[in-house]
């Protein structure tokens, strides 16, 4: 680190002094201050931590042109200071970058240097005012630092696109329909997606989506992730889920129930995920997993659950698991179907169960045993005994007066 024996110069003198200050507070109990005065003290705090970060700002810039960290042949005074503090190269460039926008805005300036505005208000204030015209950006600078004074710095992001409306009310609208459409624009050309399998049975998302995009994929989830529709599809008792372990539970609902019709083709198919699954293991008789065309695995409940809302392909294998015959692909139950059998059981069939919202049809009688496809073979259930029915722990039977009834394998 860089140290000054005798400070000269009245900030460097300033800067010591705080060091001192700070110094003589590092290990005080701070138990005593009562709620009035906690609440004066952060404020105060916050404060004089935007005025240091102006006048760190300016400190950088100036360094920025003295060329600071050339004789050690640092490539800007910025990547000198990361190296120096390790913070970020990025980090460091950002203040540097601050210093030299405040030299041109000083009423923005003063505003920091006097706390009266964070960093992250000023950052937003100097970036929208350098979009105007020269000649309407003081009268934009002072609206902003106004409302700097009522909203933080992402609502002041939202005022400062349609700062138009202050300075030429009259070509407000046509510049904000500019401004929208190269933003939109320019989030489809950096519009991305990667996902990456860990190998452990979990997919990360990484990514980023247009504003539309984004609001219309968070209102879908959020239909999913409602109270009302968790208390209809979640077994009785079961934790609602909230924030983001609701949204990523209602993307994996999303992705399962969206109709493949919808879909371009994919090699001249359905773009659907294919599941090898045993015959035994399909009955129950042995718990083998699922193997997907994409070479993943899937356990058998999982693949026995698919299979009731999925189209399905049967598959004859041979006796070195060669296909020797492929049968005609069958459907899920049609609309009409669904809700002719929703009418008549008016809720799960599950004995004790009440659900009667989000519900799944199942087949009485499973494919691999002669089921078809039709009203009087389909049963309603709700999403926790549908999978309950699958789950070769419990035993199910039928009961006269229509209900299923579940039992735990001994």
């Known amino acids: 680190m860089t140290a000054i024996a005798t400070p000269r110069h009245r900030v460097s003198v300033a800067t010591a002094h705080v060091h001192q200050e700070l110094d003589a507070v590092n290990h005080a109990s701070v138990w005593s201050m009562d709620a009035s005065e906690t609440a004066a003290t952060l404020v105060g705090l916050a404060r004089a931590r935007a005025r240091l970060a102006e006048l760190e700002a300016r400190v950088a810039a100036h360094a920025d042109d003295l060329h600071v960290g050339q004789d050690v042949a640092a490539s800007s005074a910025a990547n000198w200071l990361a190296h120096q503090t390790k913070q970020t190269r990025a980090e460091t460039n950002r203040t540097v970058r601050l210093g030299h926008d405040l030299e041109q805005h000083p009423l923005t300036r003063d505003a920091l240097a006097a706390g009266r505005v964070c960093v992250d208000q000023a950052r937003v204030i100097v970036q929208a005012v350098d979009r105007l015209p020269a000649e309407a950006r003081s009268r934009?600078?002072?609206?902003?630092?106004?409302?700097?004074?009522?909203?933080?710095?992402?609502?002041?992001?939202?005022?400062?696109?349609?700062?138009?409306?202050?300075?030429?009310?009259?070509?407000?609208?046509?510049?904000?329909?500019?401004?929208?459409?190269?933003?939109?624009?320019?989030?489809?050309?950096?519009?991305?997606?990667?996902?990456?399998?860990?190998?452990?049975?979990?997919?990360?998302?990484?990514?980023?989506?247009?504003?539309?995009?984004?609001?219309?994929?968070?209102?879908?989830?959020?239909?999913?992730?409602?109270?009302?529709?968790?208390?209809?599809?979640?077994?009785?008792?079961?934790?609602?889920?909230?924030?983001?372990?609701?949204?990523?539970?209602?993307?994996?609902?999303?992705?399962?129930?969206?109709?493949?019709t919808q879909l371009p083709k994919l090699g001249g198919l359905n773009a659907t995920l294919v599941v090898t699954i045993t015959e035994d293991s399909l009955l129950g008789?042995?718990?083998?997993?699922?193997?997907?065309?994409?070479?993943?695995?899937?356990?058998?409940?999982?693949?026995?659950?698919?299979?009731?809302?999925?189209?399905?392909?049967?598959?004859?294998?041979?006796?070195?698991?060669?296909?020797?015959?492929?049968?005609?692909?069958?459907?899920?139950?049609?609309?009409?179907?669904?809700?002719a059998i929703t009418i008549r059981d008016?809720?799960?069939?599950?004995?004790?169960?009440?659900?009667?919202?989000?519900?799944?049809?199942?087949?009485?009688?499973?494919?691999?045993?002669?089921?078809?496809?039709?009203?009087?073979?389909?049963?309603?259930?709700?999403?926790?005994?549908?999978?309950?029915?699958?789950?070769?722990?419990?035993?199910?039977?039928m009961q006269p007066t229509g209900k299923v009834s579940f039992h735990r394998r001994t």
């Not at 399905?312 to 698991?321: A, H, K, M």
């Not at 809720?347 to 799944?360: M, P, V």
């Not at 709700?382 to 789950?391: F, G, K, V």
């Open 285 to 339: 008789r042995v718990e083998q997993a699922g193997l997907l065309d994409t070479g993943d695995r899937i356990s058998p409940g999982a693949a026995r659950r698919l299979l009731c809302e999925a189209g399905v392909i049967p598959v004859v294998l041979g006796g070195d698991s060669t296909p020797i015959d492929v049968g005609r692909e069958r459907r899920f139950h049609p609309t009409y179907h669904r809700i």
């Open 346 to 397: 008016q809720g799960c069939r599950a004995e004790g169960c009440d659900r009667k919202l989000g519900l799944h049809t199942h087949h009485e009688t499973r494919w691999a045993d002669g089921g078809t496809t039709t009203v009087d073979q389909g049963i309603s259930l709700c999403p926790w005994h549908h999978t309950r029915i699958h789950d070769t722990t419990y035993e199910t039977r």
């Open 140 to 260: 934009a600078e002072r609206h902003l630092l106004a409302e700097a004074a009522h909203h933080d710095a992402k609502t002041l992001r939202i005022l400062g696109k349609r700062l138009h409306e202050v300075i030429d009310p009259d070509a407000a609208d046509a510049h904000e329909a500019a401004l929208l459409e190269r933003e939109e624009a320019a989030a489809m050309t950096a519009c991305r997606l990667a996902l990456h399998d860990d190998g452990h049975g979990t997919t990360h998302l990484r990514g980023q989506i247009p504003t539309f995009h984004g609001a219309a994929l968070r209102k879908m989830l959020a239909a999913i992730t409602a109270p009302k529709h968790q208390r209809a599809t979640r077994s009785a008792g079961a934790e609602q889920l909230r924030g983001p372990d609701a949204m990523g539970q209602a993307l994996c609902t999303l992705i399962e129930r969206y109709p493949v």
